[in-house]
């Protein structure tokens, strides 16, 4: 467990902690230290683990769920955030199971230029990540109309709004509080691959 703030261990929690904490453990059974941040509040704890998996693991989601971890990946990268980066960053590249089409796309992103490996509705959405992550006073409603002249519908819109809206607070809550991934394992399927 590593933050620049008192994080709190399993055996020491009260039981509204322990309970916030077994909402959030991963499917290896830990928690990672970016839930485990929260440990002094359970209550944006749970808020935490149930605005994540609504943005990123909800099943109606329609987006490719690897286009959803490359996007926050992007976002991660703009925000200079190596804990989500190095988690979701990852999970993309599992999900995208190429190692070729997954380098290409790491080193475009790196370099901030998508396009040279996207085009499409796919280049429309990591542009529309973009301006929103860093710009996000200038965003209007045309921002929105390239999306759909792109092939997007307003629920894809939505979920894509949705992961980018989540990594903007999270990359923010863990680098403010200077969270890193030790002792978490990295990637959401590191133990359940095998």
Known sequence: MSAWI???????ADDELRAALDLARTPHGTVDNVMRVHSL?????????TLYRAALHDEANRLPAWLQETISSWVSILN????SLANHWQNARHLIADEARADAIEDALHNRQPQRVFDGAELALLRYAEKLT?????????DVTALRDAGLDDE???EANQVI???NYVNRCLNGLGVTTDGDVVGYYAATDG
């Open 41 to 49: 509040r359970p209550s944006t704890l749970r808020g935490h683990v």
């Open 80 to 83: 200079d955030c190596p804990y």
């Open 6 to 12: 008192r994080m709190i261990a399993d055996d020491e």
């Open 134 to 142: 860093l710009r996000p006073g200038a965003m209007e409603e045309g």
């Open 165 to 167: 809206c989540y990594f």
């Open 156 to 158: 894809r819109i939505l």
